[in-house]
């Protein structure tokens, strides 16, 4: 709640007029979304600690080839569905449908692809079978991300935000349960399915309820699938893009290094990405913000903007640099023999720096109408890294992923940055940059602080200490000032 409030308090000056509805319905799904995300990572460090690296890198990788794959199933279809039953939701029962005799063929070609692709690249008949249940898997995301999507086009996110978390809860607790009494990676991919499973029967329900079975019986109509494919081609070219440049890494270390690294990596991996769902409240706000704005006030736009810039690295900089300075003890929730994954968390950590900033500037582009460009931006992002983890990862070993990834993502934020004056012609580098100074002092008096206490407490006790030190550095160097302080206090206590 209080990140949403803060988000808000900056962002929502132009969205008064939003109903509470949506306020609630953002609520209920960031902080089941937080949940989720939280259950999921705790739970992926209990199956490293007991299954050891090469069991994990196996675990890992089959969830990653499957994932990379998984994007034919949705070919970019969800987000079309949401924009058209927001537009028409008297036709919400039609456009299932007609989506339904796309998506069956979709999915069953998603799944072949996957199995086929594992098989030809050589791997070994474990994870060939692994990847057989991991895809079934995400065959039944990928249904109920369909569904889920009729239902936030109708702003019944509440049904969502439900499912993901009991969702994840079933499947936690049946891990948990195979972890105790008998570890195997076909008995943990089971529980996932059942987690699945369960988003599937969730949605499944909320449809039926409001429609009958009527919309499930798929109808297949040549004018609808190539307007649909034309209107979802931008979306399943992203997709791809970010899957690609998102797995590659797992993949090259997989065919050139092994199973055993492929573990070491995902733990590096998994702490550096669990905390990307921190914007998502942010950027709920800041798309319809910018929309409203970006043709009629352009200095409302670039005051928006400019905070939401300053807004990310506040965010993005404690998380980094106490990420980099506890890697060593952070790998070792995973047990000691991951203890060779902290060279490679404090390279990779550095990523969400571009990745946050990164997130107004996709919202800027995309309110403007220039998806291509962003596109063509997550093209070139996917070529490079593919580039650069087959050049790094033979000589620098894991950390070469690691330095790939950050290149990569370095060349995404410059790259959006360039059509930001395009936009804003106002926005100046240098203003940016004044903000990067002020915040990352505090960061750095940050970590100055926290070397020298690690050397006398646990490092757990260390992280509210950190916070605190952060804090007074954000006031004293005014990266934040009084008058935003009482700006959030005011929000807060109108909210509560």
């Given at each position: 709640?209080?990140?949403?409030c ?22 209920h ?22 299954m ?64 086929v ?15 057989f ?10 249904i ?19 499912g993901?978390?009991v ?72 997709a ?44 709920a ?26 807004y ?23 047990g ?23 997130f ?25 890294s ?102 959030l ?8």
């Amino acid at each position: 709640m209080p990140l949403f409030c803060f988000t808000k308090a900056f962002f929502f000056t132009k969205l008064e007029h939003m109903s509470s509805q949506l306020a609630r319905n953002t609520v209920h799904l960031t902080v089941a979304t937080l949940g989720q995300k939280a259950i999921a990572f705790v739970y992926f460090l209990f199956v490293a600690r007991l299954m050891m690296p090469t069991q994990t890198g196996i675990y890992f990788l089959a969830i990653s080839l499957a994932t990379v794959f998984s994007v034919i199933s949705d070919f970019g279809i969800t987000p079309v569905v949401i924009r058209e039953v927001a537009k028409n939701p008297k036709d919400t029962q039609m456009i299932l449908q007609r989506v339904l005799g796309v998506k069956i063929p979709l999915l069953f070609l998603g799944y072949f692809v996957s199995v086929v692709t594992t098989f030809f690249l050589g791997y070994e008949s474990q994870v060939f079978h692994l990847v057989f249940l991991t895809s079934f898997i995400l065959f039944l995301d990928s249904i109920s991300l369909l569904l889920y999507g009729v239902l936030r086009g109708q702003q019944k996110l509440s049904v969502e935000s439900f499912g993901l978390f009991v969702g994840q809860i079933v499947s936690a607790v049946l891990g948990g349960i195979v972890l105790v009494v008998a570890p195997s990676l076909v008995l943990l991919l089971t529980a996932l399915l059942f987690g699945s499973l369960t988003n599937v029967v969730i949605s499944g329900t909320a449809i039926y309820k409001q429609f009958g079975a009527s919309p499930f019986y798929p109808v297949w109509q040549k004018a609808f699938v190539l307007k649909l494919f034309r209107a979802a081609l931008p979306f399943a070219l992203a997709a791809i893009f970010v899957k690609v440049y998102s797995y590659i890494d797992t993949l090259f270390i997989s065919k050139l290094l092994g199973a055993h690294e492929v573990g070491l990596y995902s733990i590096a991996y998994k702490f550096t990405y669990a905390f990307q769902f921190l914007p998502l409240a942010f950027v709920a706000a800041l798309y319809p913000s910018f929309s409203s704005v970006i043709d009629s006030d352009r200095v409302a736009l670039a005051r928006m903007f400019n905070r939401a810039m300053w807004y990310m690295l506040i965010l993005a900089t404690p998380l980094v640099l106490g990420i980099w300075l506890i890697a060593d003890h952070a790998v070792l929730l995973a047990g000691v023999e991951y203890r060779d994954s902290a060279p490679v968390l404090a390279v990779l950590v550095f990523v969400l720096f571009p990745i946050f900033l990164d997130f107004p500037i996709g919202s800027l582009l995309n309110a403007a109408g220039w998806q291509a460009k962003k596109t063509m931006i997550m093209g070139f992002t996917m070529l490079i890294s593919i580039a650069l983890n087959a050049l790094f990862i033979p000589v620098f070993g894991i950390i070469g992923a690691a330095y790939a990834a950050l290149i990569s993502f370095v060349f995404m934020l410059l790259a959006g940055l360039f059509y930001v004056p395009q936009l804003i012609p106002t926005f100046r580098f240098r203003n940016l940059f004044m903000q990067f100074l002020q915040v990352g002092t505090s960061g750095l008096v940050m970590i100055l602080v926290g070397r020298f206490l690690l050397l006398y407490m646990h490092w757990i006790l260390l992280i509210p200490v950190c916070v605190f030190v952060y804090v007074c550095g954000l006031f004293l160097t005014q990266a934040v000032k009084r008058e935003d302080l009482v700006s959030l206090v005011h929000i807060l206590q109108k909210k509560i």
